[in-house]
Nanobody, 124 residues
Framework: VQLQASGGGLVQAGGSLRLSCASS????????IAWFRQAPGKEREFVAS????????YYAHSVKGRFAISRDNAKNTGYLQMNSLKFEDTAVYFC??????????????????WGQGTLVTVSS
């Protein structure tokens, strides 16, 4: 199984970026996909997730209303559209895939497969 995150970069505060997570080696539609992030000196934290079935998405309070998670099962790819970016959104963003139970959908250990991360830097 491989997950390849891409789309990070340098953006000014208020700007937008779209991250992609291309997968291979798994039946993508059967997995919940998620994005986590890790800022320098901080622990990895949940950003958003999208269930493989039912189309239900979940967001961290800090990004709700600004970020949108989506997926294209035909392309085996997940996305994270990030709008109104803030300096505090600066982090390495990781995509993940798994089959978490509801109580674990925001937890790192709910996801078995991880991508390598892509750096998002927001300048103030």
């Amino acid at each position: 199984v491989q997950l390849q995150a891409s789309g990070g970069g340098l953006v000014q505060a208020g700007g937008s970026l779209r991250l992609s997570c291309a997968s291979s080696g798994l039946t993508f539609s059967q997995y919940t996909i998620a994005w986590f992030r890790q800022a320098p000196g901080k622990e990895r934290e949940f950003v958003a997730s999208f269930r493989g079935s039912g189309g239900i998405s979940y967001y961290a309070h800090s990004v709700k209303g600004r970020f949108a998670i989506s997926r294209d099962n035909a392309k085996n790819t997940g996305y994270l559209q990030m709008n109104s970016l803030k300096f505090e959104d600066t982090a390495v963003y990781f995509c993940a895939a798994g089959r978490p139970i509801l109580n674990s959908i925001r937890q790192i250990d709910g996801y078995r497969h991880w991508g390598q991360g892509t750096l998002v830097t927001v300048s103030s």
